[in-house]
């Protein structure tokens, strides 16, 4: 009977340690989800706002997210901070402008 115990009682050390880490990688995935959803809004609100630098100064895709990382660096923002100020008020720096830069 003693042993029983014994044996039900390593049992269940083991099913407490197995839940501990299943609930641990619950969190890691969840966490990795939600970085995972910033990280798509954000490149989406690059490419808004890239588009929209591309149609106002007709410049490439290329030329557009430089004018982004620049302003960005300029500025010491992220760059979707500067990408959703762009697509939210509509409006950019004329020093940020491709004719500053030529």
């Known amino acids: 009977m003693e042993q029983q115990i014994d044996r039900l009682q390593q049992r269940v050390a083991v099913d407490r340690h197995l839940v501990a880490q299943l609930e641990a990688e619950e969190a890691f995935d969840r966490d990795k989800i939600a970085h995972l959803e910033v990280a798509l809004t954000s490149a989406r609100r690059i490419g808004a706002a890239m588009g929209i630098l591309i149609e106002r100064y007709k410049i490439s895709d290329e030329e ?21 100020d762009l697509i939210f008020t509509g409006a950019w720096d004329v020093e940020q402008s491709p004719e500053c830069h030529s």
């Not at 430089?66 to 760059?79: C, E, F, V």
């Open 64 to 84: 557009a997210f430089d004018l982004l990382r620049m302003a960005s660096q300029r500025t010491h923002r992220k760059l979707r901070d500067v990408a959703e």
